[in-house]
């Protein structure tokens, strides 16, 4: 019995001592852990961080992150809570029935969850409408792209715990009345995969990601094209699919949700087909100037070994959630740091793409970046003749504007009395002292005052 004893004790000894072992010698090279994540600092030791306990603290957390086989028992465990219990190690993923991977966002902005409202859906839909306005007479095409969504592709394969049951009011849903009601103009290619479903010869969704196939984001860009000839009446550049591969291995983004679980196995999942694209792009045909301001959803076709916007349109330029630009210029790379107005006003098609998990976040800004360029230039002009259509409908747009911010101050108490002491005070108009104060205001949040 002691014999046994001691055996065991060896035993859990040279168990400790691997990793130790591991992280001095490095002798197996594990598979860095995906995601982004800030790496722990090993801290600095000294009296104040010893006696406020921040060493403490820092010291562990270096400790637990370096150990050795760090990253192989981050993905055991991930694994064990996957494999047994049926979860997601991780806050995103959801795992839905038939093991159909779903990214949360997309399930809650569905069933209506993260609905904006009507009202605000309403006034986005009028400043949408104004800068498309503005943008036709500038012979700009404005398109509003909803690609499909993964949660309204699959309602089946909902987790029951959501009660996909009770679904309400979605974004979605209340930007496609309104857009039909003030002629925004826009393709739905939600409804359109949808309504295919039964019939669709390829996948349109992965088991295991959260975004469209290259052959679902394919057939999108050849209505695109064929929309954008129809409004240029030009033979555009374009492409054709030849042919299919099926390999043994996911490319792109079609495994993005079981990457970001970090698990020691890929689970089971349906092969994925994809498409053989040849470009007809030569001298003859007509490569339009197009900017895609997009969520991640982009990012399929706009893959390097996809490249279907980069090689069918003049410059394929690309803002992600209207932050960031690509292609990468340097030095540089984000919106705010460009002639934004000036930029959008040079294309010939500029494209809104909002998918599903994003449609609360829909227009990225778009609309006040804009417009804010469009105050700008608008304060310069001085005499009636300078005024252009734009201009007249810009002026629409800023009356409209100006009279929602008079209605906040009458619905503010304490904003609307500090105006009547105004007007007291310098013996001015009530009604033209709130309309002052409304300009002022407006032009605060047009970012021309600071």
Request: charge should be neutral.
């Amino acid at each position: 019995m002691e014999k046994f004893k001691k055996i065991w004790f060896l035993f859990f000894m040279v168990l400790l001592a691997i990793p130790m072992l591991q992280n001095y010698t490095g002798w197996f090279r594990e598979k860095p852990l995906n995601g982004a994540f800030i790496p722990a600092v090993k801290p600095e030791l000294t009296i104040k961080s010893l006696w406020n306990e921040t060493y403490q603290d820092s010291a562990t957390a270096y400790i637990e992150e370096n150990i050795g086989f760090h990253n192989f028992l981050v993905r055991f465990n991930n694994q064990l809570i996957f494999s047994v219990f049926r979860e997601s190690p991780v806050k995103g993923p959801v795992i839905g029935k038939n093991g159909i991977l779903f990214e949360e966002s997309y399930i809650i902005s569905y069933l209506g969850k993260t609905f904006v409202g009507e009202e605000k859906i309403a006034e986005i839909t009028f400043e949408l409408k104004t800068v498309q306005e503005i943008l036709k007479s500038k012979g700009v095409e404005l398109l509003i792209i909803f690609p499909p969504g993964k949660a309204s592709y699959y309602p089946e394969y909902i987790p029951d715990r959501y009660k996909p049951e009770k679904k309400s009011r979605n974004n979605y849903e209340a930007y496609l009345e309104n857009f039909e009601a003030e002629n925004i103009n826009y393709i739905d290619f939600n409804k359109y995969i949808i309504q295919m479903k039964d019939t669709a010869s390829k996948a349109i969704y992965c088991d295991l990601g959260a975004h469209w196939t290259t052959y679902a984001s394919a057939l999108a860009m050849d209505s695109i094209v064929k929309y954008m000839e129809n409004k240029t009446g030009k033979d555009h550049a374009g492409f054709t699919i030849t042919g299919f591969e099926t390999p043994d291995t996911l490319r792109n983004q079609d495994d993005d949700l079981y990457k970001t679980m970090n698990l020691l196995f890929l689970p089971p999942y349906r092969k994925i087909a994809y498409p053989k694209i040849q470009f007809n792009n030569n001298g003859e045909k007509y490569r339009p100037k197009v900017l895609a301001i997009s969520d991640s959803y982009w990012w399929t076709v706009y893959a390097p070994n996809v490249a279907i916007p980069q090689n069918i349109f003049s410059n394929g330029g690309f803002w992600f959630y209207n932050k960031t630009i690509y292609p990468v210029r340097d030095p540089v790379q984000n919106v705010d740091a460009i002639n934004y107005k000036q930029e959008v006003d040079n294309q010939e098609f500029v494209l809104l793409v909002t998918t599903e998990a994003t449609n609360h976040l829909f227009p990225y800004d778009f609309c006040n970046k804009y417009l804010i360029g469009y105050e700008a230039d608008f304060l310069t002009k001085t005499n009636p003749g300078d005024y252009t259509k734009a201009d007249s409908m810009y002026m629409v747009f800023r009356q409209k504007s100006i009279d929602g911010i008079i209605q906040e101050i009458n619905a503010n108490e304490d904003w609307k009395n500090n105006i009547i002491q105004q007007a007291k005070d310098q013996n001015t108009d009530v009604n033209t002292m709130m309309y002052n104060n409304a300009l002022y205001t407006y032009k605060i949040r047009a970012g021309v005052i600071k």
